[in-house]
């Protein structure tokens, strides 16, 4: 082992710190689920902990942890369902009159904040990539991971996962041919938000408050894709998403109030729907895929225990919007330490 790796191992909580945030990215495209990769990444520092002293030195530290982390998500997978969304339950697309039928038993596919991962993965935790992936088995989904993500040669690929080279490229072609089937690599992502993009986002926003359907479909893809787990159905074309949220959102005009966030390193949204007693609650996580000024994926997510994994405040008060839609009343200091925690401000 070099002097320079003993340090790094001597220094655990350096290591933690360092190589925490980009295992999370690593854990959660495995697993599908922010939560289950939180326990996934401190099971894996637990066991680097532990073995440090077996540690050979013939790789990185970088590379001995994924290959940990790697292995602990394997075992944690065995047995398990896939987490999908709504699209990937095999059935056909909902019209909006169609009953609304959730199903908590389920364990769907999460999305998962950007500020728990490194910038430089964004791209590879995209919402449509990893539902993709999650329709892989589980050493397919890793042997594409450290491959194709991470970039490993095939051979360090098999001596991670106790293989030959041959399996892993075996394995890596039969995964390649489940995602060209939906034309997905992690490469498929989009630039930085545009000018035209935001002023988008901002009218999108706007339409919510007002709850301006026509304003809502007009921003959406002609064959834009919505869905909303738990809830089982899908919904294709603007205007069918459009008679969606007219007839079964509960709320009206002036009643949600939609916070950005940036999940999956894609633009997204908590909204807050307005109680009877005047202030805001969690609804729902809308995550957003653009093409060009439109929006042609929704991912609104109801399990509105994420709210708090995206660091965002458990209510918001009664005057946070005033009723001609101007700037936001002052939040409560516990709150606005949140959002800025969110937005790393």
Same mark, same amino acid.
């Given at each position: ?23 999370? *990215? ?14 996934? #990444? ?95 088995? +589980?050493?397919?989904?890793? #042997? @594409? ?8 040669? *095939?051979? /360090?690929?098999?001596? *991670? ?51 301006? #359907? ?42 949600? #109030? ?9 633009? +997204? ?61 002052? @939040?409560?200091?516990?709150?606005? /330490? ?8």
């Amino acid at each position: 082992m070099t002097q320079t790796m003993t340090s790094e191992l001597d220094d655990f909580d350096t290591l933690t710190q360092r190589y925490s945030r980009e295992l999370h *990215a690593h854990c959660y495209r495995m697993s599908g689920s922010t939560h289950e990769a939180e326990d996934l #990444v401190q099971e894996t520092l637990m066991r680097a902990w532990k073995s440090q002293g077996t540690f050979s030195g013939r790789s990185s530290v970088r590379t001995w942890l994924y290959r940990i982390a790697t292995n602990v998500c394997l075992t944690n997978l065995e047995g398990r369902p896939k987490r999908p969304l709504p699209t990937g339950l095999g059935t056909a697309d909902s019209l909006a009159s169609d009953e609304l039928v959730s199903d908590e038993e389920v364990p769907w596919l999460q999305p998962v904040p950007d500020t728990a991962v490194v910038v430089g993965e964004r791209d590879s935790i995209r919402l449509a990539f990893v539902a993709a992936l999650q329709h892989l088995p +589980a050493r397919q989904r890793a #042997v @594409l991971i450290l491959r194709d993500v991470l970039r490993w040669s *095939a051979a /360090e690929v098999a001596d *991670a996962l106790e293989t030959t080279v041959a399996a892993v490229n075996s394995a890596l072609q039969r995964a390649h041919a489940q995602m060209k089937e939906r034309a997905l690599t992690e490469d498929t992502v989009g630039d930085e938000l545009t000018a035209d993009q935001r002023r988008m986002l901002d009218a999108y926003v706007e339409a919510f408050w007002k709850k301006d #359907v026509d304003a809502i479909v007009g921003l959406l893809k002609a064959d834009a894709v919505w869905e909303m787990p738990p809830f089982v159905g899908w919904y294709v074309g603007a205007q069918t998403i459009g008679e969606l949220i007219a007839t079964a959102c509960p709320g009206g005009v002036h009643d949600m #109030v939609m916070l950005p966030i940036s999940a999956n390193g894609q633009p +997204a949204f908590a909204l807050y729907m307005r109680t009877p007693d005047g202030d805001f609650t969690p609804f729902h996580l809308q995550v957003l895929d653009l093409d060009g000024d439109r929006v042609r994926h929704v991912g609104a997510f109801f399990e509105t225990e994420l709210f708090a994994t995206f660091g965002l405040p458990e209510r918001l008060p009664a005057d946070w919007r005033g009723d001609d839609g101007g700037p936001r009343a002052a @939040l409560a200091p516990e709150g606005a /330490e949140r959002i800025a925690a969110v937005h790393g401000s």
